[in-house]
Nanobody, 125 residues
């Protein structure tokens, strides 16, 4: 299974970016996909996740109301619309997929086994 992200870049605070992710390879029963991020010196953290079957979403509090996760099952693709970006959103963003049990109310990075290489998002003040 391959996971590839795209769409990162450098923006000013208050601007928007849209990340995309495509999953390919073995056809497995995926339970969820998600976006995660890791800033230098910090642990990888959940940003938003989505159940692959019914589309139930989860957002961490720091992105609620600003970021929107969506998917296209026909394209095995995942998206993250990021609006009103803040300097503290600067990080490397990763897309991941899971065939494991999905916790819709408290997903963890360790729940996901297929990861992309990440795409850098830099927000300047």
């Amino acid at each position: 299974v391959q996971v590839v992200e795209s769409g990162g870049g450098s923006v000013q605070a208050g601007e928007s970016l849209r990340l995309s992710c495509t999953r390919s390879g073995l056809d497995r029963h995926f339970t969820a996909m998600g976006w995660f991020r890791q800033a230098p010196g910090k642990e990888r953290e959940v940003v938003a996740t989505i159940a692959w079957s019914d589309g139930q979403t989860y957002y961490e509090d720091f992105v609620k109301g600003r970021f929107t996760i969506s998917k296209d099952n026909t394209k095995n693709s995942l998206y993250l619309q990021m609006n009103d970006l803040k300097v503290e959103d600067t990080a490397k963003y990763y897309c991941a997929a899971s065939t494991r049990f999905y916790r819709p109310y408290g997903p963890r990075p360790s729940d996901f086994e297929y990861w992309g290489q990440g795409t850098q998002v830099t927000v300047a003040s």
